[in-house]
Nanobody
Framework: VQLQAFGGGLVQAGDSLRLSCTAS????????MGWFRQAPGKEREFIAC???????YYTDSVKGRFTISRDNAKKAVYLQMNSLKPEDTAVYYC????????????????????WGQGTQVTVSS
């Protein structure tokens, strides 16, 4: 499975940004997709995931600001980020958990099988 993330950039605090990720997975509709991020000097952090059914799960720090969505026909997943803060600055990674997929919201690095190359998001104050 190949994942290609794009849409990062430099924005100001309070701005919005939408990340996109396309996947080559043949069973995309059954694949749980997600996003992680890694800020300089920090560990990689889970942000959100979405099952093929459309169910979602978020880490507390982004609830109400970020929205994950998917388009199974386009084999794409999106991360709409609103009210961005300087602490959201990080490299954002698209990830895939291929079938069989648990209904439990695994949020560790090992819960996902494939990783994209990352896209940089920088939020200035």
């Amino acid at each position: 499975v190949q994942l290609q993330a794009f849409g990062g950039g430099l924005v100001q605090a309070g701005d919005s940004l939408r990340l996109s990720c396309t996947a080559s997975a043949r069973t995309f509709s059954l694949t749980r997709m997600g996003w992680f991020r890694q800020a300089p000097g920090k560990e990689r952090e889970f942000i959100a995931c979405i099952w093929g059914s459309g169910s979602t799960y978020y880490t507390d720090s982004v609830k109400g600001r970020f929205t994950i969505s998917r388009d199974n026909a386009k084999k794409a997943v999106y991360l709409q980020m609103n009210s961005l803060k300087p602490e959201d600055t990080a490299v954002y990674y698209c990830v895939a958990d291929v079938p069989p997929v648990s209904t439990l919201p695994g949020t560790t690095i090992s819960d996902f099988d494939y990783w994209g190359q990352g896209t940089q998001v920088t939020v200035s104050s």
